[in-house]
RNA sequence: GCGUUCAUGGUGUAGGGGUUAGCACAAGAGGUUUCCAACCUCUUAGCCCGGGUUCAAAUCCCGGUGAGCGCACCA
């Protein structure tokens, strides 16, 4: 079969089969909406709980819910809705896009803060394309990327967004966690569900969507004490790309441990989770050889990452970052803290052993301040409080914060040297963030999967998907549609489905390989065949997938197999 | 968003100003068959949407929507 049409025979195969198909197909469809059929849609609720289990199981992880809808004030102090409502104009002449408050800084003071009438009027005053120099532009329009809603009806409605990330709702619940984890970091929190980004242009299938299957844990850490895990002990080597404006630009080839140890990878804990993350990709059924890491430059980071490693997977559409793993250090919880003005965004980190400090310090006497300053009392006790080094004598001239000056007289004042046993202190925690890219995973799981085989002169396709990500595990056909067989067939396939994480379905049309051909298709490992025999002693046939080899076993081991996940074991 | 190619049953395609719109595969019913897309009979099912030109449009023109590719965008 010619290579270069693979992408359209796999994508035809998928809209044929109920994998992924476009959304509101019968009234025209919508770009960048997909739905998932009966068989994809199990294979996404059965990845999205690999992806859960697999942190869930670290024991310091917990998966949370939050809403989708999200009050502006939430964004605003993420960044999202300051940094992304740009105004966006094009060059008539030539086509490029700028900002356009950019072309326009030099004539005024705070373009960015202009609405697009003023930067339009502004453009017409002759600005040149920095591409071709011509000066005609369009009318500039915002791109915000984020849906926008409101929350309650008509002018009492507030302004809200669609979520453009999950993550927002961990630091929401940073307070709740802090307490559940009894007030000790490390932990994580996780969470699954729809993203939305009103992308320009979507494209390239399920890769860039508006509305998009999410998975993210921000992992809360002290900075000063980050968990680290033994990573010599791995032995895989993974492709990294390391920043190319650093020390190690160009591609390597290393473990995780070794990247840790020449200083690629540059935080403990970001490399204990490239590394988790390469576990779950790996354990999904993505082809180890197609997995890349790459750290950003510096240029392309996002606005509130200290240091980000995209995961790559290649597949029909070249390199795709399927999940991004970055260090955000402080700025959420920071940030969400003066925007709020909650208390209770940080951790306490005890000293090992406590400090004893001494504090000189000019004790304000109120009884004197008060009456002196009236209204400025109040300032002048806080510029008292704040000073950093103390006068050697009075008076002397204290700065106040609006930049007045007042004379502090003797008898304001008592000098005090104060000594406090301080056993730690605040802090907001660092976060950690593996961000994934659910639909863009299934996307390269089933790419991976799909092999296009010859059968007896005959073109034949497997998908061969990892077990337990199979829409179901196991078909169980009749031999014939006669004598008994369908009826023995249903009580297999009653008994599978009583288990409780197995799922089997029956199909008795037509013949055996044909049946044999439509499971492998969509990826099912097992088929279960009804014949003569079975109905005499009760054992059926078991057909593996991968090599179509077939034992004859009977259906209590299956069951017992089935439910361990130990199918393998059989042959 | 710009440019470009394209849009015919579930899938892949042929055709094309007046046609019963052809084929293959898939699917459904029946027959046959002792385990890998076999065979026979029958059946279901299609010209993306909206305007225009024309006696007549699925076909030509324009617009929209969707898909692919290139440019731009992609926190």
Redesign the pocket.
């Known amino acids: 079969m010619a290579e270069e049409r693979r ?3 796999l ?3 998928l ?2 089969r109920g994998v992924v198909l ?1 959304a509101f197909d019968i009234y ?5 909406l997909i739905d998932y059929g009966p068989v994809g849609a199990a294979i996404r609720r059965r990845i999205t709980q690999k992806w859960v289990d697999h942190w869930l199981s670290h024991g310091d992880i917990v998966e949370i819910d939050s809403p989708t809808i999200t009050p502006e004030p939430v964004l605003v102090a993420s960044g ?1 809705v300051g ?2 409502n740009d105004l966006m104009t ?1 060059c008539k002449a030539c ?3 700028f900002r356009a408050d950019h072309l326009v800084e030099h004539l005024h003071p705070n373009a960015d803060s202009l609405a697009s009438d003023a930067i339009d009027e502004l453009l017409g005053s002759g600005i040149e394309c920095p591409s071709c120099s011509d000066s005609a532009w369009t009318a500039s329009l915002p ?4 849906f926008t809603t409101r929350i309650g009806a008509m002018s009492a409605g507030r302004t809200a967004y669609m979520r ?1 990330e999950t993550a927002q709702g961990m630091f929401m619940l940073y307070p709740a966690l802090y307490r559940h984890f009894r007030q000790k970091l490390p932990f994580g929190a996780i969470q699954t569900g729809k993203g939305y ?9 399920m890769i ?1 969507l508006r509305e998009f299957n999410m998975a993210e844990l921000e992992y809360f850490i002290d900075p000063e004490q980050p968990p680290t895990a033994d990573l010599n002990r791995r032995s895989e080597i993974v492709m990294l790309v390391p920043d190319p404006d650093g020390p190690h630009a160009g591609e390597v080839r290393m473990g995780f441990g070794a990247a840790l140890d020449a200083g690629i990878v540059r935080h403990p804990t970001v490399a204990w989770f490239l590394a988790r993350t390469w576990d779950f990709l790996i354990e999904v059924g993505i082809d180890p050889a197609r997995i890349r890491f790459r750290q950003h430059a510096s240029t ?6 200290a240091d980000c490693w995209d995961c790559e997977i290649h597949g029909e ?1 070249g390199w795709i970052e399927c999940v991004g793993i970055a260090n955000r250090t402080c700025h959420d919880l920071e940030s969400h803290e003066t925007h709020s003005k909650a208390k209770g965004l940080r951790a306490w980190r005890q000293f090992a052993e406590p400090r004893s400090q001494t504090i000189e310090r000019l004790a304000p006497n109120g009884s004197v301040i008060g009456p002196t300053f009236r209204a400025d009392a109040g300032a002048v006790v806080a510029a008292l409080e704040g000073l950093t080094e103390l006068p050697d004598e009075l008076p002397f001239d204290l700065t106040l914060a609006d930049g007045r000056t007042v004379t502090i007289e003797p008898g304001m004042v008592e000098r005090r040297i104060e000594t406090a046993n301080v056993s730690g202190e605040w802090f907001t925690p660092h976060v950690i963030e593996p961000a994934f890219g659910i639909d863009r995973i299934i996307w390269h799981v089933l790419d991976h999967a799909y092999e296009e085989a010859q ?2 002169g ?4 497997f998908m061969r998907l990892a077990e337990g990500i199979s829409s179901v595990d196991c078909v169980v056909l009749p ?4 004598d008994g067989m369908p009826d023995l067939a249903c009580e297999v396939t009653a008994a599978i489905n009583a288990l409780p994480h197995a799922r089997a379905e029956m199909d008795s ?6 049946r ?3 499971a ?2 969509i990826g099912v490992p097992w ?1 279960l ?6 109905l005499e002693d009760g054992s ?2 078991v ?1 593996r997938r991968d090599d ?3 034992i ?1 076993a009977f259906v209590d081991e299956i069951l017992q197999h089935l439910a361990a996940g130990t199918m393998q074991n059989l042959f």
């Open positions: 992408l359209e025979r994508s035809a195969m809209r044929r476009p025209g469809g919508v770009s960048g999202h940094e992304f094009e086509g490029s896009v791109m915000n990327l984020m453009p980004r009103n992308e320009i242009s979507p494209r390239q299938g860039r392309e980071m996002a606005h509130y990452a559409h059968k007896e005959e073109d034949y396709t031999l014939f549609d006669k049309s037509k013949s055996i390989g044909r044999y051909a439509r492998d298709e088929a065949t009804v014949d003569h025999t079975s059926v046939t057909r179509q080899v077939q004859r």
